[in-house]
C-alpha cells in the first residue's frame, strides 16, 4: 500500500539557476523524478552541492559526488531525467551488468560516473523502512520495482549487477497524479512512497529502483546508497580463540608462539596482483579511466600499481585510491577499505584526467604484499 511523504526543500541559488534556464538541461513542463529518500546518487549530489557545486571541499568531504559533478555536472542539473525509452520491460536485456546506476549508460556518458563503486554519502535504514520518490509531471507507474542488494556484495568495490540484487517490492499500477502534493517550486509535483523490508541485511548496501512511467515507455533507475544496522565480524577479530587450542599442551610458553610464525606462513614470496586499465570516457580535454586490480593465487593485504603516460596526460581527480604523481609516472595506493582481497579476488579504483594530442591506455604494473 502506498502512502506520501514530504519532500526535502532543496537550496538553489541565482547562479545555479541561471545555468539551467540559458542551457535549456531542465524544462519544467518535460520534468519527471527520482527517489528521494533514500536520495538516488545524482539526487543527493545535486541536493548537497547544487548550491556550491564548484567547492574544492567536496573533494575531501564528498568524494564520490565530486567525481560525478567533474566527469558530467549535467547529470546532477538532470538528477529527474534518468530514463530509457522503449525498454518494453525487458530492462535486464537493454541494461548491462556494471551499469545499474546509468541506465545503461543512458543519454551517452552523462550519467557514467554513476556506476563508480566508492564509498557514496549513504542513508542509514532499519530493515523495515519507507521508500519515496518525487513524480514531478504526475505520470503515476505501471509499477514500481524496489530492489534490495543480496547480503555480501560490496558497493565500495563492485558495480551493481542485475545478480546482486533481490526485490523486495512491486507496487503495481500508480494512477496518475496519486501521491502526496508538494508546494516546493523545485519538485513541484507529488511524492509517492511505499513500505519496504531487507531482512539479514547489515551493512553497506543499494536499494535499486525502476519506475515505469505510466504516460509512455519510459523506465527510470535510481541507486540508492543505504547502510542498514550490524555488519559482518571483522576477519582480523575472528582467529582471537585460536590461541586456546594448543594451551593444554604447553600452557604459558606456548601462549605467544602462534603469534610470531603466523605472518610468515604466507610467505614473502606468494603475493601477487594483477591491473588492467582501461579507459570509460572521454571528451574534449578530459577523459575518465577505470583500473582494476586482481589478487593472484594468495591473499593480499595491500597493493599498489603502477603506470606511465606516454602522451603526457595528467591526472586530475581520483576515487578508490591514493594517487601520487612524478613527472609521466603515476603511482596508486589502497586505501583503508580496499586493501585486502582473498585470492583471486578483485577491487576497481577510477580518475578523471587531462589529455592532449592522443590519449593512449598505459599498461600498469601491480605488486602485493600479504
Not at 592522443?358 to 600479504?370: E, R
Amino acid at each position: 500500500m502506498s502512502t506520501v511523504k514530504h519532500a526535502h526543500r532543496a537550496a538553489t541559488v541565482v547562479f545555479a539557476a541561471l545555468i539551467l534556464l540559458t542551457t535549456g538541461l531542465v524544462d519544467p513542463a518535460s520534468a519527471h523524478g527520482s527517489a528521494i529518500n533514500p536520495m538516488s546518487r545524482n539526487y543527493g549530489c545535486w541536493k548537497r552541492w547544487g548550491s556550491d557545486f564548484q567547492n574544492p571541499i567536496m573533494a575531501t568531504q564528498d568524494p564520490m559526488c565530486w567525481q560525478a559533478w567533474q566527469a558530467d555536472s549535467t547529470a546532477m542539473w538532470n538528477w529527474n531525467s534518468l530514463y530509457r525509452e522503449g525498454v518494453a520491460g525487458n530492462h535486464q536485456g537493454a541494461i548491462p551488468d556494471g551499469q545499474l546506476c546509468s541506465g545503461g549508460r543512458t543519454g551517452g556518458i552523462r550519467y557514467a560516473a554513476l556506476d563508480n563503486p566508492g564509498a557514496w554519502r549513504a542513508t542509514n535504514l532499519s530493515n523495515n523502512f519507507t521508500w519515496t520518490m518525487h513524480d514531478q509531471a504526475l505520470h503515476g507507474a505501471d509499477y514500481i520495482r524496489i530492489y534490495v542488494t543480496r547480503q555480501g556484495y560490496n558497493p565500495l568495490t563492485t558495480a551493481l549487477r542485475w545478480g546482486d540484487l533481490e526485490l523486495r517490492k512491486d507496487t503495481g499500477r500508480i494512477l496518475p497524479g496519486v501521491g502526496e502534493r508538494t508546494t516546493d517550486p523545485v519538485l513541484n509535483g507529488v511524492s509517492i512512497s511505499t513500505d519496504v523490508t531487507a531482512p539479514g541485511r547489515t551493512g553497506r548496501h543499494i536499494v535499486y529502483a525502476i519506475w515505469q512511467a505510466s504516460h509512455s515507455d519510459q523506465s527510470y533507475y535510481f541507486c540508492s546508497d543505504v547502510i542498514f544496522p550490524g555488519g559482518q565480524p571483522d576477519p582480523t577479530n575472528s582467529p582471537t580463540p585460536a590461541p586456546t587450542t594448543p594451551a593444554p599442551t604447553t600452557p604459558a610458553p606456548t601462549t605467544p608462539a602462534p603469534t610470531t610464525p603466523a605472518p610468515t606462513t604466507p610467505g614473502p614470496g606468494t603475493a601477487s596482483c594483477s591491473a588492467t586499465y582501461a579507459i570509460t570516457g572521454q571528451w574534449s580535454g578530459g577523459f575518465q579511466a577505470e583500473v582494476r586490480v586482481t589478487a593472484g593465487s594468495a591473499a593480499i593485504r595491500a597493493w599498489t600499481v603502477t603506470w606511465t603516460f606516454a602522451n603526457g596526460q595528467t591526472v586530475a581527480q581520483s576515487w578508490n585510491t591514493a594517487i601520487t604523481s612524478s613527472g609521466s609516472t603515476v603511482t596508486a595506493r589502497n586505501v583503508s577499505y580496499n586493501g585486502t582481497l582473498s585470492a583471486g579476488g578483485s577491487t576497481t579504483f577510477g580518475l578523471l584526467g587531462s589529455w592532449t594530442g592522443s590519449n593512449t591506455a598505459p599498461t600498469p604494473t601491480c605488486t602485493a604484499t600479504t
